[in-house]
T-cell receptor
Framework: DAKTTQPNSMESNEEEPVHLPCNHS???????IHWYRQLPSQGPEYVIH???SNVNNRMASLAIAEDRKSSTLILHRATLRDAAVYYC???????????????FGSGTRLSIRP | GAVVSQHPSRVICKSGTSVKIECRSL??????MFWYRQFPKQSLMLMAT?????????EQGVEKDKFLINHASLTLSTLTVTSAHPEDSSFYIC????????????FGDGTRLSIL
């Protein structure tokens, strides 16, 4: 499985933007970049995903490097409810691929200061 | 959006008993379901993948006779932890996908299993 590297932890202030980095230097052409987050005592929650172009949704933005070897999840205005573990995951989405199951790395634990 | 429901959310039982956890897709047909396990302060670890009507595929190191998975319908999968022991205490999370590999994978809210 293609591997991702994330910082173990990050801290940010409430109401400020947060940039969560992810390195994936061995990404292949059919790998999509997915971000999930896990709040305490809950299952993972989908945040955003993309292939090559930057993506925006109501939760966050995803900025993907031109060479696709890194990406950044951007929370535009952090709230206390955004405190969670954020996972950056590569997923082969070729429709017949047996490698499309989601494998979690260690993620980044994000703390938000009030 | 797609909802995956797990039941129970928490279970406490004595060592040696078997425990069944249910995972249901509420508004879509889950052709593929996944079971994960998560120990405190660790990441999720994939245990097995099951397709409806087929035997589950277990990840390396996961005992299939210990963790019985049944995926008999397109909306229900069950995980049975047989003869549970304290070391089986963990947070078990199911996930479901409708259709092919390029479809989203949705997660349940987990079941916290405590074996006394």
């Amino acid at each position: 499985d293609a591997k991702t590297t994330q910082p173990n932890s990050m801290e940010s202030n409430e109401e400020e933007p947060v940039h969560l980095p992810c390195n994936h230097s061995t990404i292949s052409g059919t790998d999509y970049i997915h971000w999930y987050r896990q709040l305490p005592s809950q299952g993972p929650e989908y945040v955003i995903h993309g292939l090559t172009s930057n993506v925006n949704n109501r939760m966050a933005s995803l900025a993907i490097a031109e060479d696709r070897k890194s990406s950044t999840l951007i929370l535009h205005r952090a709230t206390l409810r955004d405190a969670a573990v954020y996972y950056c995951i590569l997923r082969d989405e070729t429709w017949y691929s047996s490698a499309s199951k989601i494998i979690f790395g260690s993620g980044t634990r994000l703390s938000i200061r009030p | 959006g797609a909802v995956v429901s797990q039941h129970p959310s928490r279970v406490i039982c004595k060592s040696g008993t078997s425990v069944k956890i249910e995972c249901r897709s509420l508004d879509f047909q889950a052709t593929t379901m996944f079971w994960y396990r998560q120990f405190p302060k660790q990441s999720l670890m994939l245990m097995a993948t099951s397709n409806e009507g087929s035997k589950a595929t277990y990840e390396q190191g996961v005992e299939k006779d210990k963790f019985l998975i049944n995926h008999a319908s397109l909306t229900l999968s069950t995980l049975t932890v047989t003869s549970a022991h304290p070391e089986d205490s963990s947070f078990y999370i199911c996930s479901a996908r409708e259709g092919g590999s390029n479809q989203p994978q949705h997660f349940g809210d987990g079941t916290r299993l405590s074996i006394l």
